[in-house]
């Protein structure tokens, strides 16, 4: 599904490069053009880094200690 209709950039492309390494709105712009033109697609962009820090912390393993 495309999340940038101005770019022709799509959901899946968004959720590469964020595993990539880019973790902010102007990160994306720069690697993939997304929010350059209308911005319709600014919040969708911002949800889908959220959502990438939401499960990265889901995968937190508490640790007990000991001390
Ligand atoms: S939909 Fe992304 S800039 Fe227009």
Redesign the pocket.
């Known amino acids: 599904m495309y999340?940038?209709?101005?770019?022709q950039?799509t959901e899946t492309q968004l959720r590469d490069e964020i595993e990539r390494g880019s973790e902010t709105v102007r990160q994306l712009r720069e690697n993939l053009?997304?929010?350059?033109?209308?911005?319709?697609?600014?919040k969708c962009v911002k949800n889908c880094i959220k959502e990438n820090k939401t499960s990265r912390s889901d995968l937190l393993i508490p640790i007990a200690c000991n001390a």
């Not at 999340?3 to 770019?7: A, K, L, P, Q, W």
């Not at 053009?33 to 600014?42: A, D, F, S």
């Open positions: 999340i940038c209709i101005c770019n950039v053009g997304v929010t350059n033109q209308c911005g319709k697609c600014g």
